[in-house]
Nanobody, 125 residues
């Protein structure tokens, strides 16, 4: 599955952005996807995960209540709505797909098969 992120940019603290992840084919509907973020010199960090079947979402504690995952109805595009952004949210954000087998270790980057190229989010005044 090829993934393409978009929607990153520069925003002031307290602002909002909506990231978009477009998948190349319909297989993404049957498994799951996740969002991760990474800053220079640090490990890739789990942000959010959504199961493809029931669309149940899970979030890292650091973003819970501020970020919301959604999916377009019947399509191959996933969204990460990010509200009340903080400077600590500055990172490159990646979407990732589980293809075929659903791993319960959804907060681990090693559970995902395919990755997008990333989109930069900068939160700064």
């Amino acid at each position: 599955v090829q993934l393409q992120e978009s929607g990153g940019g520069l925003v002031q603290p307290g602002g909002s952005l909506r990231l978009r992840c477009a998948a190349s084919d319909n297989t993404l509907r049957s498994v799951a996807m996740g969002w991760f973020r990474q800053t220079p010199g640090k490990e890739r960090e789990f942000v959010a995960h959504m199961r493809g079947g029931d669309l149940k979402a899970f979030y890292a504690d650091s973003v819970k209540g501020r970020f919301t995952l959604s999916k377009d109805n019947g399509g191959n595009t996933w969204y990460l709505q990010m509200d009340n952004l903080e400077s600590e949210d500055t990172a490159v954000y990646y979407c990732a797909a589980m293809v075929g087998y659903y791993s319960p270790s959804w907060s681990s980057s090693s559970s995902y098969d395919d990755w997008g190229q990333g989109t930069q989010v900068t939160v700064s005044s």
